[in-house]
T-cell receptor
Framework: GQQLNQSPQSMFIQEGEDVSMNCTSS?????WLWYKQDPGEGPVLLIA?????ELTSNGRLTAQFGITRKDSFLNISASIPSDVGIYFC??????????FGKGTLLTVNP | DAGVIQSPRHEVTEMGQEVTLRCKPI?????LFWYRQTMMRGLELLIY????????DSGMPEDRFSAKMPNASFSTLKIQPSEPRDSAVYFC????????????FGEGSRLTVL
């Protein structure tokens, strides 16, 4: 089946630094989404992208849908301690099924 | 508005026992998904329903797994008999028709099979 390569697997950064993570796929997706999961909770949607080349922001978060439709990135600017968590990318096809990346564990040192 | 509600939050059981996980989706959402999360395999889609009808169960690992959605506000995922390799966090998620991939997840049910 479809697989997503999400990188990096983990990041340790200082508060105030910017963060960038990305996902690549060998398959084309119609939708790219980014979710965040806190410990003991379910994933929560951060940003949804529906058009190739689309660049969308949500506060300090910015994500882009790659022009080839095979990749996406997520940037977090001026990180704060509450940004800690696991970030997942997800690619969606025409059948409402999402394929999730393995996640990026973000640690922010105050 | 209440989010997706799952129960139990935690379950510890012995191999061979039947396990039933429950989910109440967000009112008005037409789609319901069951996911399993493990360290090794990440988030895997098991099955999804549209208007209470199972659409794709290709992710259900074995015949030991079954899922039902008797009405728009309730779904169950059953494992019978359970095995230690079924230990995982099971998530239920729902979404509206036309909402693309914008899923709302429950808090999950952590299953441990001894």
């Amino acid at each position: 089946g479809q697989q997503l390569n999400q990188s990096p697997q983990s990041m340790f950064i200082q508060e105030g630094e910017d963060v960038s993570m990305n996902c690549t796929s060998s398959s084309i997706f119609n939708t790219w989404l980014w979710y965040k999961q806190d410990p003991g909770e379910g994933p929560v949607l951060l940003i949804a992208l529906y058009k190739a080349g689309e660049l969308t922001s949500n506060g300090r978060l910015t994500a882009q849908f790659g022009i080839t439709r095979k990749d996406s990135f997520l940037n977090i600017s001026a990180s704060i301690p509450s940004d800690v968590g696991i970030y997942f990318c997800a690619g969606g096809g025409s059948n409402y099924k999402l394929t999730f990346g393995k996640g990026t564990l973000l640690t922010v040192n105050p | 508005d209440a989010g997706v509600i799952q129960s139990p939050r935690h379950e510890v059981t012995e191999m061979g026992q039947e396990v039933t996980l429950r989910c109440k989706p967000i009112s008005g959402h037409d789609y319901l998904f069951w996911y399993r999360q493990t360290m090794m395999r990440g988030l895997e889609l098991l099955i999804y329903f549209n208007n209470n009808v199972p659409i794709d169960d290709s992710g259900m690992p074995e015949d030991r797994f079954s899922a039902k959605m008797p009405n728009a506000s309730f779904s169950t995922l059953k494992i019978q008999p359970s095995e230690p390799r079924d230990s995982a966090v099971y998530f239920c998620a729902s979404k509206r028709a036309g909402a693309g991939g914008e899923l709302f997840f429950g808090e999950g049910s952590r299953l441990t099979v001894l």
